[in-house]
T-cell receptor, first 114, second 111 residues
Framework: GAVVSQHPSRVICKSGTSVKIECRSL??????MFWYRQFPKKSLMLMAT?????????EQGVEKDKFLINHASLTLSTLTVTSAHPEDSSFYIC??????????FGPGTRLTVT | TQLLEQSPQFLSIQEGENLTVYCNSS?????LQWYRQEPGEGPVLLVT?????EVKKLKRLTFQFGDARKDSSLHITAAQTGDTGLYLC???????????FGSGTRLQVQP
């Protein structure tokens, strides 16, 4: 299957700071990338859909000014958690898709806000 | 309201036993995918089914898509400890690229 990477894998930051998470498709061009949030022992919750070169589409209830998404190229999307607070602590996962319907997931980023 | 309901939510069995996980919805999906996720990692795609009634086999795993494309099942034969993980079904709706994920089934296979 296709390879998607995320960086960093773990990050700890102080409350009030911003954190950027990168998602890269390593061996294919991703026209669409998705960002998910996952709470412990729960399923994935879609946050936003990101198409290369256009604005992201956010799911209901997700603050677009808090979770900034940029998809500047066909292999890179970034999620910036602005002014992070402890309640933003979570496991963030990206996925990427090309011309087919299958989504390939990154390994996830564990964010801890102290 | 969860669009895709999975059952059971949690399953603990002994090595060698068989099990079936169900994924049900009132919506019709153009395709349905099954993933397995281990703690601290991203989901890994197991299979995609697209045709109503389709059956796919992946070694000891058998996946079935319902005739009406509203439900699916995953059957594991002779479970092994390496099968332990969170199993997620995810459906694609025509016209929407984002997947709708099921609630997940956490499988624990005891040695």
């Amino acid at each position: 299957g296709a390879v998607v990477s995320q960086h960093p894998s773990r990050v700890i930051c102080k409350s009030g700071t911003s954190v950027k998470i990168e998602c890269r498709s390593l061996d294919f061009q991703a026209t669409t990338m998705f960002w998910y949030r996952q709470f412990p022992k729960k399923s994935l919750m879609l946050m936003a859909t990101s198409n290369e070169g256009s604005k992201a589409t956010y799911e209901q209830g997700v603050e677009k000014d808090k979770f900034l998404i940029n998809h500047a190229s066909l292999t890179l999307s970034t999620l910036t958690v602005t002014s992070a607070h402890p309640e933003d602590s979570s496991f963030y996962i990206c996925s990427a898709t090309g011309t087919l319907t299958e989504q390939y997931f990154g390994p996830g980023t564990r964010l801890t806000v102290t | 309201t969860q669009l895709l309901e999975q059952s059971p939510q949690f399953l603990s069995i002994q090595e060698g036993e068989n099990l079936t996980v169900y994924c049900n919805s009132s919506s019709v999906f153009s395709s349905l995918q099954w993933y397995r996720q281990e703690p601290g990692e991203g989901p890994v795609l197991l299979v995609t089914v697209v045709t109503g009634g389709e059956v796919k086999k992946l070694k000891r795993l058998t996946f079935q898509f319902g005739d009406a494309r509203k439900d699916s099942s995953l059957h594991i034969t002779a479970a092994q400890t390496g099968d332990t993980g969170l199993y997620l079904c995810a459906g694609a709706v025509t016209g929407r690229r984002a997947l709708t994920f099921g609630s997940g089934t956490r499988l624990q296979v005891q040695p």
